[in-house]
T-cell receptor, first 115, second 112 residues
Framework: DTEVTQTPKHLVMGMTNKKSLKCEQH?????MYWYKQKAKKPPELMFVYSYEKLSINESVPSRFSPECPNSSLLNLHLHALQPEDSALYLC??????????????FGNGTRLTVT | DQQVKQNSPSLSVQEGRISILNCDYTNSMFDYFLWYKKYPAEGPTFLISISSIKDKNEDGRFTVFLNKSAKHLSLHIVPSQPGDSAVYFCAASATTGNQFYFGTGTSLTVIP
């Protein structure tokens, strides 16, 4: 069982829809991440939150909007997506962002299809 | 610019034999290295890590070796089991940085 829980597992949305992906962890981790992964590619970093503040935004289009309501929750709000945004969206957490001896723990992801 | 590379997209090994997965990196500031295993429809699972002050770390059947001068690390799985069949990603980070860099993955198939 993964200690990082993501919902929903699958999502199909049209290009005009608004939807949200949710992520929750109860390991007391203070860093949370959104990654995007396409088939046969490595995970691609989108956003990093450290102590509930956005610390990295990897030039992600504004149609993706992250939110960290508290230290256990991370959301990704989606609006006006394109078909090329279809991918596996992974949430991860780590004890802290400084990363040394603080591995990422991933959820099982949300498989997003944009039609 | 791929700072972490896994040059073998796939590897097949007989059950009971050793699996060796390789990873190369270009950034000399990297000092923390990890291996993840990924099954289809699941997120990557952390397997084992090594810091740059060591050249070897063992955890059960899994051993990671680090050669800093060659900027190369490898994961050895002994003995390999069919349940080890998955995609393996290596990742690296610098303590002065704030993110992990992933390789492109190697798909391991262990043949019963």
């Amino acid at each position: 069982d993964t200690e990082v829980t993501q919902t929903p597992k699958h999502l199909v949305m049209g290009m005009t829809n608004k939807k949200s992906l949710k992520c929750e962890q109860h390991m007391g981790h203070r860093a949370m991440y959104w990654y995007k992964q396409k088939a046969k590619k490595p995970p691609e970093l989108m956003f990093v939150y450290s102590y509930e503040k956005l610390s990295i935004n990897e030039s992600v289009p504004s149609r993706f909007s992250p939110e960290c309501p508290n230290s256990s929750l991370l959301n990704l709000h989606l609006h006006a997506l394109q078909p090329e945004d279809s991918a596996l969206y992974l949430c991860a957490s780590s004890q802290v962002v400084s990363s040394y001896n603080s591995p990422l723990h991933f959820g099982n992801g949300t498989r997003l299809t944009v039609t | 610019d791929q700072q972490v590379k896994q040059n073998s997209p796939s590897l097949s090994v007989q059950e009971g034999r050793i699996s060796i997965l390789n990873c190369d990196y270009t950034n000399s500031m990297f000092d923390y290295f990890l291996w993840y295993k990924k099954y289809p429809a699941e997120g990557p699972t952390f397997l084992i890590s090594i810091s740059s002050i060591k050249d070897k770390n063992e955890d059960g059947r899994f051993t990671v070796f680090l050669n800093k001068s060659a900027k190369h690390l490898s994961l050895h799985i002994v003995p390999s089991q069919p349940g080890d069949s998955a995609v393996y990603f290596c990742a690296a980070s610098a303590t002065t940085g704030n993110q992990f860099y992933f390789g492109t993955g190697t798909s391991l198939t262990v043949i019963p």
